[in-house]
């Protein structure tokens, strides 16, 4: 194996075990993929210019055909997860965000078959896609790289034993636990019983305005009813509006009921949500690590690419100044063409 890989995957493992939970590992496992892809292809001598330094026919036509090919497959995808999605989960806006990036890809096709295809003699055209591909390729990179990794981390066991269990809260209707929130509390349980019966479960969750009461009572309510769990063994944080004051007013609860004994903590969320709410866990110094319920498959690619904007948010201004920097460059190259 190349050296150079065998270094970069021990970094990205040095990372990972030392903590898991951080943003740069995924943009670590990122630029990892992109380094072992591009040797695969400059392997591949279908690919490869020959003597005279000119590249076979096929290698052409891969290259140029692949961009909008994908991005065709992609568009289709895209729109007919959003149809279903409206189907089973109703008009509303949030359920048209995967059809937005659909549009996107859609249109990068068209404007990629008219640069590339056409003859355009105005180098404008070619500076402004390129621009446009810049800043789609790197939410493109960033997206593929936090799936990625999201997976991984969704998949990782976990090799200690909870003294606390933290369910986190989705949202009511009215005073009744939704399907969503409900596998959040079934897995919260199933995890309280391959431990024994020994963690203690917090739910987690305030009252919003349209709620009759808080998430936290209707999740014990839900578990005591459906899964007969001691109300002893529950613990409810009710003032929490978000995953983040979720963890941090969770923390407050353990480290009191603890009086002063070292713990160790899981949260339980859906599987789409882990990765994100394990950010929030070591933002707010809380030791612990998460485990994914399972979500309805044709809801997990809107899920998560709420879930990727989210983390976009978090960390705006690193990518902020990226996208200055790209705009930047990109002027100075349409200057020296005025």
Known sequence: MN???VL????????????KRRFFNAVVLGFLGLYMLSTIISHYPLLLPNEQGIMSKMGIVIILGSFPSMMFILSIATFFNSKVLLEKEG?????????????????????????????IEHEI???????????FGYTMFLYTSVMAYATIYLFTPIFYEPNYIIALGSGLIGDKVPPLLASRLDEAVKQYKKYGERPYIIVSGGQGSDEKVSEAYAMKKYIVDVHQIP???ILMEDQSTNTEQNLAFSKEIMDKHAQGKKYRSLFVTNNFHVFRASIYAKKARLDAQGVGSKTALYYLPNAFTREFIGLLEMYKWIHVTIFLFI????????RSYV
């Open 327 to 334: 705009t930047l460059f990109i002027g100075l190259i349409l």
């Open 8 to 19: 970069a995957i021990t970094i990205f493992l040095l990372l990972y075990i030392t903590e």
């Open 125 to 135: 055209w070619h500076i402004l896609f390129f621009y446009a591909f810049l800043i």
């Open 91 to 119: 008009r509303k806006v949030r359920n048209l965000l995967l059809a937005v990036f659909g549009l996107v890809f859609f249109i990068m096709m068209i404007w990629y078959v008219f640069v590339i295809f056409t003859n």
């Open 3 to 5: 050296t150079t890989i």
């Open 231 to 233: 109300t002893q063994k």
